[in-house]
Nanobody, 122 residues
Framework: VQLQASGGGLVQAGGSLRLSCVASGRTFSRSIMGWFRQAPGKEREYVAGITWNAGSSYYADSVKGRFTVSRDNAKNTVYLQMNSLKPEDTAVYYC????????????????WGQGTQVTVSS
């Protein structure tokens, strides 16, 4: 599985962005998908996850109520809609996939995409 994330950019506090992650490979539709972020000098944070059939989702407390994860298996794409952005959301965001369908909501993600930078100005 190869993952390509996009959609990052510069936005003012209170604004919105939608990140996309397109996956190659036939296992996407049967994979748990996740979004992580890492800010300079901080540990990587697991932000959101979604099961293969979108039946369940996970959110970190820091983004709950503001971010929404979704997926379109026909397009091999997972999305992260980010609303009410705050300066502390500034980070490089990564998507990840795990086809083993175990240890939900925190699988040991096997595949990672390159990051996309999100910068929120105050």
């Amino acid at each position: 599985v190869q993952l390509q994330a996009s959609g990052g950019g510069l936005v003012q506090a209170g604004g919105s962005l939608r990140l996309s992650c397109v996956a190659s490979g036939r296992t996407f539709s049967r994979s748990i998908m996740g979004w992580f972020r890492q800010a300079p000098g901080k540990e990587r944070e697991y932000v959101a996850g979604i099961t293969w059939n979108a039946g369940s989702s996970y959110y970190a407390d820091s983004v709950k109520g503001r971010f929404t994860v979704s997926r379109d298996n026909a397009k091999n794409t997972v999305y992260l809609q980010m609303n009410s952005l705050k300066p502390e959301d500034t980070a490089v965001y990564y998507c990840a996939a795990d086809p083993r369908l175990i240890n939900w909501p925190a699988p040991d993600y096997a595949y990672w995409g390159q990051g996309t930078q999100v910068t929120v100005s105050s």
